[in-house]
């Protein structure tokens, strides 16, 4: 049986054998912990990118936007038109796909995103809203390729690890945590949400020049952080304690006993940029306001190991995203 959440990558390698018809204007096709296609069209490249928000009710428009608006910008592109589709379970109120495309099309205009079309149905056998958003953004020149990481690349990744499902689990799961934690902190944790945009730092780190950048989503930084090291054929060497984490993102964790580095990451980009230039890339972000650590970095052997106090150990890959426990008490 399929865990929730992603499907494994070894089926996903599969899938990869029935792509239709081969096109020469494809720049970047499927593949494990690629974000995005790109397509030529002469003097610019066509990105796009699809993702769906299943996990999330509350501010589910809001996700959709920046979710798939994050794939495009781990390319170099700024995202420019958006699809959506919005399945509503049986019985829904009329105001709820009302209230979803307003929070679509509030979160577009910030972003400079026209909505270009999609669909809209009530679908059976669903317990809740599913919106599935299909991104396009343009650039000139070749995108920044996700598969690019080279081996001694220093891995660096922006603001704290499981924003988005700290966000949705605050926002989720409201009473249950007042009456534990208090008012206060879970506004904290469902504000979150607002740092869940990774375009302006893909912007600047795409400025300064990098090999590859990913976003993290479902299976959070440990998951991202294996399909980067999957798309580019390299092994990682991660250094757990030095994974930047919000005191509510900790003890959210601890008391529904998730692991931090396996919860939804929206929020944080990774990034391989070389070793000499690693610092001063933390530096120029942190100029613009962004938080950023250097956490690991790309290995020519194929292995995937974490140091702990000082030793190297395994550092498996996530069977499914921790948010999925919560969910299904």
Same mark, same amino acid.
Request: glycine share 10%.
């Given at each position: 049986?399929?865990?929730?959440?992603?499907?494994?990558?070894? !089926?996903?390698?599969?899938?990869?054998?029935?792509?239709?018809?081969?096109?020469?204007?494809?720049?970047?096709?499927?593949? %494990?912990? %690629?974000?995005?296609?790109?397509?030529?069209?002469?003097?610019?490249?066509?990105?796009?990118?699809?993702?769906?928000?299943?996990?999330?009710?509350?501010?589910?428009?809001?996700?959709?936007?920046?979710?798939?608006?994050?794939?495009?910008?781990?390319?170099?592109?700024?995202?420019?038109?958006?699809?959506?589709?919005?399945?509503?379970?049986?019985? #829904?109120?009329?105001?709820?796909?009302? &209230?979803?495309?307003?929070? !679509?099309?509030?979160? +577009?205009?910030?972003?400079?995103?026209? %909505?270009?079309?999609?669909?809209?149905?009530?679908?059976?056998?669903?317990?809740?809203?599913?919106?599935?958003?299909?991104?396009?953004?343009?650039?000139?020149?070749?995108?920044?390729?996700?598969?690019?990481?080279?081996?001694?690349?220093?891995?660096?990744?922006?603001?704290?690890?499981?924003?988005?499902?700290?966000?949705?689990?605050?926002?989720?799961?409201?009473?249950?945590?007042?009456?534990?934690?208090? &008012?206060?902190?879970?506004?904290?944790?469902? #504000?979150?949400?607002?740092?869940?945009?990774?375009?302006?730092?893909? !912007?600047?780190?795409?400025?300064?020049?990098?090999?590859?950048?990913?976003?993290?989503?479902?299976?959070?930084?440990?998951?991202?952080?294996?399909?980067?090291?999957?798309?580019?054929?390299?092994?990682?060497?991660?250094?757990?304690?030095?994974?930047?984490? &919000?005191?509510?993102?900790?003890?959210?964790?601890?008391?529904?006993?998730?692991?931090?580095?396996?919860?939804?990451?929206?929020? #944080?980009?990774?990034?391989?940029?070389? &070793?000499?230039? +690693?610092?001063?890339?933390?530096?120029?972000?942190?100029?613009?306001? %962004?938080?950023?650590?250097?956490?690991?970095?790309?290995?020519?052997?194929?292995?995937?190991?974490?140091?702990?106090?000082?030793?190297?150990?395994?550092?498996?890959?996530?069977?499914?995203?921790?948010?999925?426990?919560?969910?299904?008490?």
């Amino acid at each position: 049986m399929l865990p929730a959440g992603k499907v494994p990558s070894e !089926i996903l390698e599969k899938l990869f054998r029935t792509l239709g018809s081969e096109d020469e204007r494809v720049l970047v096709g499927p593949g %494990i912990g %690629i974000d995005f296609a790109a397509i030529s069209f002469g003097d610019k490249v066509v990105v796009a990118s699809t993702d769906p928000i299943t996990g999330a009710v509350e501010d589910i428009g809001f996700y959709a936007v920046h979710v798939n608006a994050n794939d495009i910008a781990v390319s170099g592109a700024r995202p420019r038109w958006f699809l959506v589709t919005i399945l509503l379970p049986e019985n #829904s109120d009329e105001e709820l796909p009302v &209230r979803i495309m307003r929070d !679509i099309d509030r979160e +577009a205009k910030k972003l400079g995103i026209s %909505i270009v079309g999609g669909h809209t149905e009530v679908t059976p056998g669903l317990d809740r809203p599913i919106v599935v958003g299909t991104m396009l953004g343009e650039k000139e020149g070749n995108p920044i390729r996700p598969n690019n990481a080279k081996p001694g690349d220093a891995i660096v990744m922006t603001k704290w690890a499981g924003l988005e499902g700290t966000s949705i689990i605050a926002r989720e799961n409201r009473k249950e945590l007042e009456d534990v934690f208090g &008012r206060d902190f879970v506004e904290r944790a469902a #504000s979150l949400l607002d740092y869940i945009s990774i375009v302006p730092e893909a !912007i600047v780190a795409a400025e300064f020049g990098v090999n590859a950048m990913h976003d993290p989503t479902e299976g959070g930084i440990a998951n991202g952080l294996h399909e980067m090291a999957d798309s580019s054929g390299l092994g990682i060497r991660v250094y757990p304690e030095k994974i930047p984490i &919000r005191k509510e993102t900790m003890a959210i964790c601890k008391f529904y006993d998730l692991n931090p580095l396996a919860l939804l990451g929206s929020g #944080s980009l990774l990034i391989a940029v070389k &070793r000499d230039h +690693a610092r001063a890339l933390v530096e120029r972000l942190a100029s613009r306001g %962004i938080n950023a650590a250097v956490i690991g970095e790309f290995l020519a052997e194929k292995k995937r190991v974490a140091v702990v106090n000082g030793e190297e150990r395994p550092f498996p890959r996530p069977r499914s995203d921790e948010l999925w426990k919560v969910f299904k008490r």
